[in-house]
């Protein structure tokens, strides 16, 4: 049993699909960790260069941050389970990152 949410779902989508002719075939429940991928599998995907060794990379990814901003304008968006892609060269992003980070774990 999948719970009522899903059963009014699938209720839904089957009377929807029948209406143009089509059978619906099955409903999968959201997961999470079916929308949100692993710091492995980003690396992996991207041929990516972490910039910290953390313990585990079978944390999810549930945000990506683009760091083409001002350091003072992306800090807002920092939180955890958030994935910074930036290029190198952006030591203010990287520090702003770094320094907002060690904040939340205090």
């Known amino acids: 049993m999948l719970g009522p949410k899903v059963d009014h779902v699938t209720e839904f989508a089957r ?6 002719g089509l059978d619906l075939l099955g409903v999968i429940p959201h997961q999470r960790v079916l929308s ?9 995907e991207l041929k ?5 060794k953390p313990d585990n990379l079978n944390g999810l ?5 683009v760091g083409a901003m001002g350091a003072q304008n992306a800090v807002s968006y920092f939180r955890h389970g958030a994935l910074l892609i930036t290029p190198g060269d952006r030591e203010d992003i990287l520090l702003a990152a770094c ?5 939340q774990k205090r």
């Open 61 to 65: 990814v549930e945000d990506v941050i």
């Open 48 to 52: 990516a260069e972490r910039l910290n």
């Open 99 to 103: 320094t907002s980070l060690d904040a």
């Open 15 to 20: 009377r929807g699909l029948k209406r143009k």
């Open 36 to 44: 949100c991928p692993t710091v492995a599998l980003v690396e992996e």
